[in-house]
């Protein structure tokens, strides 16, 4: 089984900063494309950002200057620093392994970890 978990949310001010981490670990070699999710109460789950294993990054226009993601293999880890954060990133974030294979692509999700901005 693979298992991703998230850490790093909290409560913060307008302004303010956050890292968040994700960890993968179970029957897994890499990484392979790692995006953040979000979603917030009564909203449609949105991307934020991804990150393939050769490191091309993509993100939703909302977080475009403010947010990047990153990767660190040896540490099946990935990062999402999120800066001068606003009231609408509050949402619950999650980490998503996609992996593809030959008939598509599997998806596994971690859990995911509270932000919350406040004004």
């Known amino acids: 089984q693979v298992q991703l978990v998230e850490s790093g949310g909290d409560l913060v001010q307008a302004g303010g900063s956050l890292r968040l981490s994700c960890v993968a670990s179970?029957?897994?070699?890499?990484?392979?494309?790692v995006a953040w999710y979000r979603q917030a109460p009564g909203k449609q789950r949105e991307m934020v950002a991804t990150i393939t294993t050769g490191s091309s990054t993509n993100y939703a226009d909302s977080v475009k200057g403010r947010f990047a993601i990153s990767r660190d293999n040896a540490k099946n880890t990935v990062y999402l620093q999120m800066n001068s954060l606003k009231p609408e990133d509050s949402a619950v974030y999650y980490c998503a392994l996609h992996i593809p294979y030959s008939g598509g692509i599997r998806d596994y999700w971690g859990q995911g970890t509270q932000v919350t901005v406040s004004s």
């Open positions: 179970g029957s897994i070699f890499s990484l392979n494309v």
